[in-house]
């Protein structure tokens, strides 16, 4: 099993661009979770999906943030426009539908640097 | 999501037993203790969960008090590698918008030292 990957681990761009993080999740994995780590704020949850559909995006800062998951092996993190204060890690996790047992597998994460 | 508290750092020689605390004194009984560990520049890893039994995996065991109000994490034979932010959190089964999530807090910082 690869373990949930996520691409790319590193990105660097200039305020204003548009930003696309991906992930694609454990194979037979229901739930998927999008997390974004600063030194200031700590792992935050910004949204999570139950089988393709949005449950929660009451952690997504604001609307410049979308999130979509068009099939089960995939997922995207957009940001549009990126400001300097998006600089952060963020990471993607999935997990079984769990009943209260199934923990949550995270990948390495993607470091974004925003200019 | 109930909160939990735990100190924020911690010391241990190597190969000796870490043993980490947490408090969770509002935890409701549709809620799990898990703790997950994270490396410095890696993602969060999970290490164990529990209900309201003590439980044991190659990694750790896990020690819930009868109330469920507290828990302790054990590292039987702590070595260098162990030296990471360690997370204790509750996780809610109970339906609606809080199913599933796990709310990372601040943690505790375990340094093991030769």
């Known amino acids: 099993d690869a373990g949930v990957i996520q691409s790319p681990r590193h990105e660097v761009t200039e305020m204003g661009q548009e930003v696309t993080l991906r992930c694609k999740p454990i194979?037979?994995?229901?739930?998927l979770f999008w997390y974004r780590q600063t030194m200031m704020r700590g792992l935050e949850l910004l949204i999570y999906?139950?089988?393709?559909?949005?449950?929660?995006d009451s952690g997504m800062p604001e609307d410049r943030f979308s999130a979509k998951m068009p099939n089960a092996s995939f997922s995207t993190l957009k940001i549009q426009p990126s400001e300097p204060r998006d600089s952060a890690v963020y990471f993607c996790?999935?997990?079984?539908?769990?009943?209260?047992?199934?923990?949550?597998?995270f990948g390495n994460g993607t470091r974004l640097t925003v200019t | 999501d109930a909160k939990t508290t735990q100190p924020p750092s911690m010391d241990c020689a190597e190969g000796r037993a870490a043993n980490l605390p947490c408090n969770h004194s509002?935890?409701?009984?549709?809620?799990?203790v898990y703790w997950y560990r994270q490396i410095h520049s890696q993602g969060p890893q999970y290490i164990i969960h529990?209900?309201?039994n003590n439980e044991t995996n190659e990694m750790a065991s896990l020690i819930i008090t009868e109330d469920r109000k507290s828990s302790t994490l054990i590292l039987p034979h702590a070595t260098l590698r162990d030296t990471a932010v360690y997370y204790c959190?509750?996780?809610?089964?109970?339906?609606?918008?809080?199913?599933?999530?796990?709310?990372f807090g601040q943690g505790t910082i375990l340094t093991v030292h030769p």
């Open positions: 996790a999935s997990s079984f539908n769990w009943q209260g047992e199934s923990p949550l597998h």
């Open positions: 194979s037979g994995h229901d739930y």
């Open positions: 999906f139950n089988n393709n559909v949005p449950i929660d």
């Open positions: 509002t935890i409701s009984g549709n809620e799990y």
């Open positions: 529990g209900l309201k």
């Open positions: 959190i509750v996780r809610s089964f109970a339906g609606g918008t809080s199913y599933g999530k796990l709310t």
